[in-house]
């Protein structure tokens, strides 16, 4: 099946620090990836959909400039938070499309999330 | 965006079944999907309907979707230990899926 891998599993940074999170489709290629935010006991909440060769769009009250897209290949796609503050601890989970199997179902594939700690 | 409501925590005996719940506001989700969150991990797809039908049978997993009322239900047959997590519906709304905020099932022996 299609598999998501994310990577680093879980992370902690000073705060004011920049941090990287990879997600990468490891056996399709995904046009189209999305990163979602999870607080403890809640929903995710979509951040951005990355498109392959294009400019991410975000969703309304996410700072584009505190958090960069880019999604340089069909396979990786790298979410920076920039200036990290303790209100940014969260966990990250990216999902990717495959215009191949997900089909008429549109199916998201998730990756395993990353854990982000601000101190 | 859409809205969809979940039940927060269900707790069952293992052997018995489960049903989770969930309302969305959405009439034009052309899918409506079932996800299952184990602790400190990423989301596993259970099973998904298409809007135009009414039941969907998956081994141990039926859903149930009930248009007219915006009402979607995930039913476990013959609950396990190995069931317990957290269970989020999404809908599809265009490109975006649209989260419940998840019900937790704990799975009692």
């Known amino acids: 099946g299609a598999v998501v891998s994310q990577h680093p599993s879980w992370v902690i940074c000073k705060s004011g620090t920049s941090v990287k999170i990879e997600c990468r489709s490891l056996?399709?290629?995904?046009?189209?990836m999305f990163w979602y935010r999870q607080f403890p006991k809640q929903s995710l909440m979509l951040m951005a959909t990355s498109n392959e060769g294009s400019k991410a769009t975000y969703e309304q009250g996410v700072e584009k400039d505190k958090f960069l897209i880019n999604h340089a290949s069909l396979t990786l796609s790298t979410l920076t938070v920039t200036s990290a503050h303790p209100e940014d601890s969260s966990f990250y989970i990216c999902?990717?499309?495959?215009?191949?199997?997900?089909?008429?179902?549109?199916?998201?594939?998730f990756g395993p999330g990353t854990r982000l700690t601000v101190l | 965006g859409e809205d969809v409501e979940q039940s927060l925590f269900l707790s069952v005996r293992e052997g018995d079944s489960s049903v989770i719940n969930c309302t969305y506001t959405?009439?034009?989700?052309?899918?409506l999907y079932w996800y299952k969150q184990e602790p400190g991990a990423g989301l596993q797809l259970l099973t998904y309907?298409?809007?135009?039908?009414d039941m969907k049978q998956d081994q141990r997993l039926t859903v149930l979707l009930n248009k007219k009322d915006k009402h979607l239900s995930l039913r476990i047959a013959d609950t396990q230990t190995g069931d317990s997590a957290i269970y989020f519906c999404a809908g599809l709304s265009g490109y975006a899926l649209n989260f419940g905020k998840g019900t937790s099932l704990l799975v009692t022996p």
């Open positions: 309907i298409f809007s135009n039908m």
């Open positions: 959405d009439s034009s989700s052309t899918y």
């Open positions: 999902s990717a499309r495959d215009l191949g199997t997900s089909g008429a179902r549109n199916e998201q594939f």
């Open positions: 056996d399709f290629q995904a046009t189209t």
